[in-house]
């Protein structure tokens, strides 16, 4: 059951909250408190023959009603209003009805019940939203920025993209961004779930709320405030409070349709045994404030949950929907593989070995913007070879580069610019090849391949096990979609798709009745991510990806996709559950009640206890806390 509150009571429970963690006593609003204790006062009272003026109509008793009954009146009109059934209004019928035939001891019961469990519940969602909210607490509120040649100290709100920061040691990471100086550690548990911290070094990338654990680093700011990680967060936390998903809209047609239950059961109890107490307990012990109150702590606990093992989700209804797909379809490149090319293997003929062939290609590729050019120039700055520089350099589109490099014609490239390359090995096929001709004759090949990423494997084996379908969709080559398909266990693959070709393949999956969650990172996948009933975009996508997708994987793990995946099903399990049990314990509480073998003050117990039971269920997917550092 939710009771609306004014500004005023809103104001002094936020005062309650933002005073941080502590025991749960500290975090119950005082004016709740003190009105539950009231009522329950009042109740005893006129229990033990407190009935002055009147025993009919005791002045305890209707005050005690009244201070009661205010919070659940305003929420009782505000339904009337609207022309819509709610559980407080049933309730409040109940507190009437108890009333009028002289039951106030009774009516004052249900009353400080009703209180109870309005505290409980609150005390329940100020815990899953302390799960999210605890997150935005870690950053720093001034960072040191380099400007103008000097450190200086700014506010981190007032740091915009390009600037660089320095983070010592021990500090906390304010930004997205790419280290520029230093070397370190650093603690990405909050954001990728990650336990063990991770080595970082110039040109890699970390995310706000890391920790920076050894050395001084210097970061260049990519992504601040909102579009930060951290930022993200918060608006994923803002839109699923405010957000209403389909499982939410289920529960509250059930509650109504229990409360009309409930009152018609009551009316058919009056007319066929003539006793008020039985109608009134059936009215009574008939509640859906569980299903109320339990659905959105499980969706709000569920996004805490995947939102501290490393991904966010945009708001309550995408959880639900997640829950429901049968199909997990990935993009390949950026997706299942890293996304960037990397030296396998360097074959040579004739005299030159692999090191003086690779030598001669970086030294021919140095000033290519090719990516292949760059991974190989990469690759032999990792090995140490010595950079010669090259000469009357050339970059001939669709074919390679051409370079004199320590007076030798170096050609690097595709069959076309070397013509005499021989063709690739079968177990050769994934790669991609770059073949090398100096002074006119074949000289070797280097082989060049986009690594599976690490998670990719166990992520899609955990897919499997959960009964999903997998499939993939790429723009690459059929013979290196399959193989990287085959050995991932990717279920079904489509190969050699334009943008337009992979929406076309989801409007057709969805057509033939799958629900679809699309994993991918580029703009090509910006179209299939929006139209599938959940689009999941990598962290280290493009932004039109990350924008049209409802999930993001802030590190990229695909494990993370994983693990949301099970944390949403969990959610709905719950939920179904919760809504099961209310029906159960409904319709049993009722037909006792009807039969005159439950009397109002059971009837109310029964009411808070399965309310409570089912708030409780919901709980337990709130995430435990974690030390602050």
């Excluded at 110039?202 to 890391?210: K, N, T």
């Excluded at 601040?224 to 939410?248: C, N």
């Excluded at 209804?317 to 997706?335: M, Q």
Aim: hydrophobic share 50%; with cysteine.
């Amino acid at each position: 059951m939710t009771i609306t509150r004014t500004h005023s009571d809103q104001h002094d429970r936020d005062l309650v909250s933002s005073a941080g963690p502590g025991a749960w006593w500290a975090r119950i609003d005082r004016i709740d408190l003190a009105r539950t204790a009231f009522v329950a006062a009042c109740a005893a009272a006129v229990g033990l023959g407190l009935t002055w003026p009147w025993p009919q109509v005791p002045l305890l008793a209707v005050v005690g009603i009244v201070v009661g009954c205010w919070p659940i009146g305003r929420e009782a009109f505000e339904d009337l209003r609207h022309r819509r059934m709610s559980m407080e209004l049933s309730m409040l019928i109940a507190i009437a009805a108890a009333a009028a035939i002289g039951q106030w001891t009774t009516s004052l019961i249900i009353t400080a019940f009703v209180l109870a469990a309005e505290i409980l519940e609150d005390l329940s969602m100020d815990r899953g939203r302390d799960a999210l909210t605890d997150l935005m607490s870690f950053l720093p509120e001034s960072v040191q920025v380099r400007r103008g040649g000097e450190v200086a100290t700014v506010a981190l709100s007032d740091v915009v993209e390009g600037e660089v920061i320095v983070v010592g040691p021990g500090g906390r990471i304010p930004v997205d961004g790419t280290v520029v100086a230093g070397r370190s550690t650093a603690d990405q548990s909050r954001i990728t779930g990650e336990p063990l911290p991770v080595d970082i070094a110039v040109g890699d990338e970390v995310f706000a709320g890391s920790i920076n654990q050894i050395g001084a680093v210097e970061v260049r700011a990519e992504r601040v405030g909102a579009d930060s990680s951290y930022g993200r967060i918060i608006a994923a936390v803002q839109q699923a409070q405010a957000s209403e998903p389909p499982v939410q809209r289920l529960a509250d047609r059930l509650a109504a349709w229990l409360v009309y239950l409930a009152l018609i059961g009551a009316a058919l109890t009056y007319l066929v045994t003539r006793d008020l107490t039985a109608t009134i307990s059936v009215v009574v012990v008939a509640g859906a404030c569980g299903v109320a109150a339990g659905t959105p702590l499980a969706v709000l606990a569920a996004i805490a949950r995947v939102a501290r093992s490393g991904a966010f989700v945009k708001d309550g209804t995408h959880l639900e929907v997640l829950s429901t797909v049968d199909t997990v379809v990935f993009d390949k490149t950026g997706t299942l593989t890293t996304g960037e090319p990397a030296v396998v293997d360097v074959t040579t003929a004739g005299d030159l070995d692999p090191d003086a062939l690779l030598a001669l290609v970086a030294a021919a590729e140095a000033y290519s913007e090719h990516p292949l050019g760059r991974a190989i120039v990469a690759h032999a700055r990792d090995r140490g070879l010595p950079a010669t520089p090259c000469e009357d350099f050339a970059y001939l589109p669709g074919r390679g580069v051409t370079a004199t490099v320590a007076g030798k014609a170096v050609a690097a490239g595709n069959r076309a610019l070397v013509p005499d390359a021989p063709e690739l090995q079968a177990d050769q096929g994934t790669a991609t090849a770059v073949h090398v001709s100096v002074g006119g004759s074949y000289a070797g090949t280097v082989l060049l391949a986009d690594a599976i990423r690490e998670s990719a494997r166990s992520a899609v084996a955990v897919v499997h096990c959960a009964g999903l379908r997998t499939m993939m969709i790429t723009g690459d080559q059929d013979v290196t979609a399959r193989a990287v398909a085959a050995e991932v266990g990717i279920d079904e693959v489509r190969a050699g798709l334009l943008p337009d070709e992979k929406l076309a393949a989801i409007d057709a999956e969805r057509a033939a009745g799958r629900r679809l969650a699309m994993v991918g990172d580029g703009v090509n996948d910006a179209p299939a991510l929006a139209r599938a009933q959940v689009g999941i975009a990598m962290g280290s996508g493009t932004d039109i990806a990350r924008e049209a997708s409802d999930v993001v994987l802030i590190s990229s793990d695909l494990n993370d996709l994983a693990h949301t995946l099970h944390v949403a099903r969990s959610a709905r399990r719950i939920v179904m559950f919760n809504f099961v049990g209310t029906i159960l314990v409904d319709l049993i509480g009722m037909g006792l009640a009807a039969a005159g073998l439950l009397p109002p003050i059971w009837a109310a117990l029964i009411h808070v206890g399965s309310e409570t039971a089912f708030i409780l269920n919901s709980a337990r997917l709130i995430p435990g806390r974690r030390t602050r550092h």
